[in-house]
């Protein structure tokens, strides 16, 4: 039978209900997690790890760079990996490790759940069951698994806090469909060479999302001295306002006279940044900006706080910023 590592990171899906809410349980999540799924062993071999127990609101880079350093120091051991995983930020921390871990050869499943397990109608079985047996098949990349779908991480974004098909892949076909048969799409494996851990990230990226009526002047207080990057999460294709006293075009301006780069994505979840459709775009590419394609928030975020890790040059950041690393874009 296959070896799966199953990491344990706290979510959801290692909680416990008390009264009206809900609250982490490290001591019992796996006793639950046997008692209520015995039918895991049929699957492969598992060994739980409990890696740290946090809502995933709290999680950051340091978390990422854990987890990367968890896979690499077990990676010989175990022929697939699993982790549990909070829901909220589980895009971010899965885009994250797309790019950290570089040459992967055996599959990454985040999955988590919209239930604690241990509740009646929980979705944690199921996911969980399909994330096993998913580990254990030929993907060589980052996914994550939810309600009978496997999405590329960093392709993916998280669509609902209500429903049970929580996350969702607008621009990108899921990797597999799980019915009666799992019905594999994608088994791409990105680059050639040895596995390496490279998950270090910066935090001098900062999001500033566009609406009407935005006053620039808010801006002026940010110390563009601490910022290697901006992401400017526009309208549709790359808009924004660019006329009278709204006009983002000084804040550009700006970033490009202190160096910081500035990336434009669509808050329009089904949507790609070309910024020579629109008067804006045109004006946008003048003053130094750059698209990002169909790359969700989580992917730009990410891929950035790794480039800007790596590279010091602005121009090759910006450069490899527009290519696609692991199926990002």
């Given at each position: 039978m296959k070896k799966i590592l199953l990491i344990q990171t706290g979510g959801t899906i290692a909680m416990n209900a008390k009264g009206a809410g809900v609250e982490l349980d490290p001591e019992s999540w796996s006793k639950v997690l046997y008692e209520e799924i015995p039918e895991l062993s049929e699957i492969a071999e598992i060994t739980t790890f409990p890696l740290f127990f946090e809502d995933s609101s709290d999680l950051n880079a340091s978390h990422w760079m854990q987890l990367a350093g968890c896979i690499e120091d077990k990676y010989d051991t175990y022929d697939g990996f699993v982790i549990l995983h909070?829901?909220?930020?589980?895009?971010?921390?899965?885009?994250?490790?797309?790019f950290g871990l570089q040459h992967l050869e055996k599959p990454v499943i985040f999955t988590g759940s919209q239930l604690p397990m241990s509740t009646i109608r929980s979705d944690a079985r199921r996911n969980l069951v399909n994330a096993i047996e998913l580990a254990t098949m030929g993907f060589k990349e980052v996914g994550i698994c939810f309600n009978d779908a496997l999405y590329r991480g960093n392709r993916a974004t998280k669509m609902s806090i209500g429903d049970f098909d929580a996350f969702g892949s607008p621009n990108f076909s899921p990797l597999a469909d799980i019915g009666i048969q799992i019905e594999t799409r994608v088994f791409e494996?990105?680059?050639?060479?040895?596995?390496?851990?490279?998950?270090?990230?910066s935090d001098e990226v900062f999001v500033l999302t566009a609406h009407p009526n935005l006053n620039p002047e808010l801006l002026d207080g940010l110390n563009l001295n601490k910022i290697r990057a901006v992401i400017l999460r526009a309208f549709g294709s790359g808009n924004f306002c660019i006329k009278g006293k709204n006009s983002l075009l000084p804040f550009l301006d700006k970033c490009r006279e202190n160096n910081v780069i500035i990336a434009i994505v669509s808050q329009a979840d089904f949507d790609s940044v070309d910024l020579t459709q629109y008067t804006a775009g045109r004006a946008a590419l003048k003053h130094g900006a750059i698209g990002g394609n169909d790359m969700t928030l989580e992917a730009a975020l990410t891929?950035?706080?790794?480039?800007?890790?790596?590279?010091?040059?602005?121009?090759?950041i910006e450069e490899l910023f527009q290519q696609s690393i692991v199926g990002e874009l």
């Open positions: 909070g829901t909220d930020t589980m895009a971010y921390s899965a885009s994250a490790l797309s494996q990105f680059g050639s060479g040895k596995f390496e851990n490279k998950a270090t990230y891929k950035l706080m790794f480039l800007l890790a790596h590279y010091e040059s602005k121009t090759d």
